[in-house]
């Protein structure tokens, strides 16, 4: 069974940078799937961030391209988020996924809040 | 870019079928596979559908997709519906190198 485990700070201060891990177990991430990152506002619907596959190639939702970085760390079995220059608007519920045909596993979520 | 909409909510009675759209703004709904999540309050989001109508194991066959290149949408049926149906419901797609979700549809089963 794949598990998805996000980790990072739970409070981030405006104009920082936001950094998110996600820990794999019972899968290979060099073995293939897409990872994705995934985000949910309070109250609000998903929206895709961006995806990484396991050689390294990147992916990201043209509305926050400019200030996502993915990326992949297959000795360690997991894969990070950074996004830069944040604000208000960024607090949310961020996932992580595995991604074949469909996002298969998800993480459980981890609230980050961007204030001062 | 595409949009995926989604009615903001839907609601039926226990036993009855709902079915909920999704309609995509630009290209076509059959040119890419649409999936269909299921997000209870305080859950991460789980699949009952990919690509267009399948479903992942353990989902009840109460649960069906499809997709109407007339109307370039795609629908989540649920027939005979639980109260434990009553969850938000996202579709999901992509093209080439974006993917993109619908704003989400409540479901009330009351």
């Known amino acids: 069974q794949v598990q998805l485990q996000e980790s990072g700070p739970g409070l981030v201060k405006p104009s920082e940078t936001l950094s998110l891990t996600c820990a794999v177990s019972?899968?290979?991430?060099?073995?293939?799937?897409?990872w994705g990152w995934i985000r949910q506002p309070p109250g609000k619907g998903l929206e895709w961030i961006g995806s990484?596959?396991?050689?390294?190639?990147?992916y990201y939702n043209p509305s926050l391209k400019s200030r996502v970085t993915i990326s992949v760390d297959t000795s360690k079995n997991q894969f990070s988020l950074k996004l830069s220059s944040v604000t208000a608007a960024d607090t949310a519920v961020y996932y992580c996924?595995?991604?074949?045909?469909?996002?298969?596993?998800w993480g459980q979520g981890t609230l980050v809040t961007v204030s001062s | 870019n595409f949009m995926l909409t989604q009615p903001h909510s839907v609601s039926e009675s226990p036993g009855k079928t709902v079915t909920i759209s999704c309609t995509r703004s630009?290209?076509?709904?059959?040119?890419?596979?649409v999936q269909w999540y299921q997000q209870r309050p305080g859950s991460s989001p789980t699949t009952v559908i990919y690509?267009?109508?399948?479903?992942p194991s353990g989902v009840p066959d109460r649960f069906s997709g499809s997709i109407d290149s007339s109307s370039n949408s795609a629908s989540l049926t649920i027939s005979g519906l639980k109260t434990e149906d009553e969850a938000d419901y996202y579709c999901?797609?992509?093209?080439?190198?974006?993917?993109?979700f619908g704003g989400g549809t409540k479901l009330t089963v009351l």
């Open positions: 996924a595995s991604c074949g045909s469909y996002y298969e596993y």
């Open positions: 019972g899968y290979s991430i060099s073995s293939g799937y897409y």
């Open positions: 990484i596959y396991h050689s390294g190639s990147t």
């Open positions: 630009s290209g076509s709904i059959a040119s890419n596979y």
């Open positions: 690509e267009d109508n399948q479903r």
């Open positions: 999901q797609s992509y093209d080439s190198s974006n993917q993109v």
